[in-house]
């Protein structure tokens, strides 16, 4: 299995940043993309970036420009550097991970969220 630990939520000005962390564990080779979801209340889950193994990149249309995503260097690790904050993006943030089958016993994997909050 695969464990998603993500860090780095709190409360942020409108126009501040935040990066989120997510540490992964287990059988992390069977992971061949990671990302990251937000859901606000009374919302539905939305992508929010994601990115592949070979470094493929994308984005939900209302972060771009503002939010990147990364991966360490040791690829156990996934980062969301978040700009230029709004209010809007207020929301429970999710790490998630797409594993291979063939390598794993699920397909999808997500951490347990973290907070954000952007209020003056």
């Known amino acids: 299995q695969v464990q998603l630990v993500e860090s780095g939520g709190g409360l942020v000005q409108p126009g501040g940043s935040l990066r989120l962390s997510c540490a992964a564990s287990?059988?992390?080779?069977?992971?061949?993309?990671m990302g990251w979801y937000r859901q606000a209340p009374g919302k539905q889950r939305e992508l929010v970036a994601a990115?592949?193994?070979?470094?493929?990149?994308n984005y939900a249309d209302s972060v771009k420009g503002r939010f990147t995503i990364s991966r360490g260097n040791d690829k156990n690790t996934v980062y969301l550097q978040m700009n230029n904050m709004k209010p809007e993006d207020t929301a429970v943030y999710f790490c998630h991970a797409e594993a291979d089958l063939r390598y794993s016993i699920e397909s999808d994997y997500w951490g347990q969220g973290t907070q954000v909050t952007v209020s003056s």
């Open positions: 287990g059988s992390i080779s069977s992971i061949y993309a």
């Open positions: 990115i592949t193994t070979g470094g493929t990149t």
